[in-house]
């Protein structure tokens, strides 16, 4: 199985007398630049750390207009990282395509990342949150349309020699001819994140893509969730390999269980109760109806709702303890969803970085050996008796 170290660049410095949302309304006065240059510098640090930790990649993100998470671009994080590092792969886990006009801008774009990268990119394309629809004033009845026309656009440009005309319902472009092309051929590898909607698992079957499951639900939401990318696959006509499929968790890890709650827990509130809060909002349009009655099915469980660390704890919401604690839990709950990629959120909330080092650094020398030995590359990870 692979490791990524997946990083949200959270701002950290909100005014404690701010009680409103993160996300869309949240007031941009709130942001110190020069606290955001440390943060940003910080975070690039954590991220570089991760090649030199053995893992097997870093992932980004793109979110705009709140505290959450502070990469409107990830692409020029990524392109950082094509330059500091030499070996793990960089995943862009994703850009929100329906947000592109040009689409072929994320060809471009990706396609430097790839070459300045020597191939390691992994290219991620997400039909974008409810609240980006509600930032950038797009139709949200429009996005599965705009995000299949312009996935279909990228990949052409991705693999047929230009320039050629394209001429669809949302984009027309007389000359597409990006330069430059990606090393990695005919693409890079492509995973697309989801919620539950059901469409986006069926489109992630269908092109043989890799899913990944976005966190802060319970643990049975995802065992749900990838039981059904699973069965998508099966009417595809093919057996899905673990590699399709990812998980997203926050990991902490520290010497002893009562250390690493002690170090923990203040920040995972704080990510719970000041950046979390303004996520769910759903444009009318955005989602169909028989993909918001699956998401519904766990939205009682979503992060937001719960109060109390024992319901972190037996939900799996988070990974906390020490070394044995969270090797007996990842075993447990990668064996249950069957997934060969796992992403963690080594740094969440306000963790500084003195704790998010010491946790990357704990997690790669005492957990993940673990876990590489357990789950050997090529060999099953799904376990049927863990996933009942």
Known sequence: MRFFSFHLMPYI???PAYDGPAWVTCPNALYD???????Y????????????????????????????????????????????TTRVKIAVVGNALPLYDPPTRVAEEFAMIDVISGGRLIAGMVVGGGPEYYSFSVNPAH???????????????????????????????RYVNPWPRPIQQPHPEIWIPGAGSLETM???????????????????????????????CEAEGYEADPLQAGWLVPIYVAETDEQARREYEEHL?????RLLPGITIQP???????????????AGSFMLNVTDWREIVDGRYAIVGSPETVTEQLVECVGALGTGNLLGLFQLGSLPADLTRANLTLFAEQVMPRLRAEFPDGAPVLRTSAAA
Request: aromatic content about 14%.
């Open 13 to 15: 410095g909100l005014d």
């Open 143 to 173: 996005a599965r349309e705009r995000f299949q026309e312009a996935h279909d656009l990228i990949l052409k440009a991705w693999t047929t020699p230009g320039p050629f005309e394209w001429v669809s319902k949302h984009y027309r472009i």
């Open 269 to 273: 509130w704080y990510f719970v109760k």
């Open 284 to 298: 009318p349009g955005y989602t169909s109806v028989r993909s918001l009655g699956n998401i519904l099915k766990g």
């Open 33 to 39: 630049p020069k606290i955001g240059s440390d943060l």
């Open 41 to 84: 510098n910080r975070y690039l640090d954590e991220l570089v750390l991760a090649e030199d930790l053995d893992f097997d990649g870093v992932c980004v993100n793109e979110h705009h207009q709140n505290a959450y998470g502070n990469m409107p671009s990830p692409n020029l994080i990524a392109a950082v990282l094509a330059r500091q």
């Open 202 to 232: 069926e489109f992630v079957a269908h092109h043989r893509y890799a899913y990944m499951g976005i966190p802060y639900f319970h643990l049975d939401v995802f065992k749900r969730t990838f039981g059904i990318f699973r069965d998508a």
